[in-house]
């Protein structure tokens, strides 16, 4: 029940943009993005719903394809501060009420 | 805010000994989730409270792994005996409501089986 996350790592230079995909076989209902840094918890960046529109915060946003059951994290003009591991987590429909499966993670480094 | 807060941070035992975490959730979240995560993967629920019921616990290894929230608050989790393969950073969330609302995640302890 585990999504699949690409890529699994990716080295970006400051200023770079990078697209992190989660893909599902089940029926989502919802996807949740987190960013993790080594040794820290994970944090909450946003929460896509079924039906729902694209979100955005600062400039990471993220998009999510019902038909493809699929959900894809923007990351634009990145900063240093956005290395870390990102976890796609999903919710599926009739799973159980916020039940996360969470992906592999994609590691994402940024170098100056 | 206070955010979630975990004890102990580290622990290091030996194979076939007890250990227990605790976990307090922010005030005012009804959900509790506790979570194993294993280095290089993401974070596996074990076990979700809403308020002190435990409503699914069908990742939880029953025969070994056993929790608690008593009082719907704090919670904690507990292993007897450990094994080898129980090494991993145990991570407690809690949220507001339960649908579709962010997890707020403690620190977590990290476990190390000898």
């Known amino acids: 029940q585990q999504p699949v996350q690409s890529p699994q790592a990716v080295i970006l230079r400051e200023g770079e943009d990078a697209v992190i995909n989660c893909s599902s076989s089940?029926?989502?209902?919802?996807v949740h993005w987190y960013r993790q840094k080594h040794g820290e918890a994970p944090v909450f960046l946003m929460i896509?719903?079924?039906?729902?529109e694209q979100k955005g915060h600062e400039k990471i946003s993220a998009s999510f394809n019902e038909k493809k059951q699929q959900s894809s994290l923007y990351l634009t003009a990145s900063q240093l501060s956005y290395s870390g591991t990102y976890f796609c987590g999903t919710e599926y429909l009739g799973s159980g009420a916020n039940n996360l499966f969470f992906g592999t993670g994609t590691r994402l480094t940024v170098i100056p | 805010e206070a955010g979630v807060v975990q004890s102990p941070r580290y622990k290091i035992i030996e194979k076939k000994q007890p250990v227990a975490f605790w976990c307090n959730p922010i005030?005012?979240?009804?959900?509790l989730y506790w979570y194993r995560q294993n280095l290089g993967q993401g974070p596996e629920l074990l076990i979700r409270?809403?308020?002190?019921?435990?409503?699914?616990d069908s990742q939880l290894p029953k025969d070994r792994f056993s929790a608690e929230r008593l009082k719907g608050v704090d919670s904690t989790l507990k292993i007897q005996p450990a094994e080898l393969g129980d090494s991993a950073v145990y991570l407690c969330?809690?949220?507001?409501?339960?649908?579709?609302?962010?997890?707020?995640f403690g620190p977590g302890t990290r476990l190390t089986v000898t």
């Open positions: 089940k029926a989502l209902y919802s």
């Open positions: 896509l719903l079924k039906g729902g």
């Open positions: 969330a809690s949220s507001l409501v339960v649908s579709s609302y962010e997890q707020y």
């Open positions: 005030s005012g979240h009804n959900t």
């Open positions: 409270y809403e308020n002190e019921e435990a409503v699914d």
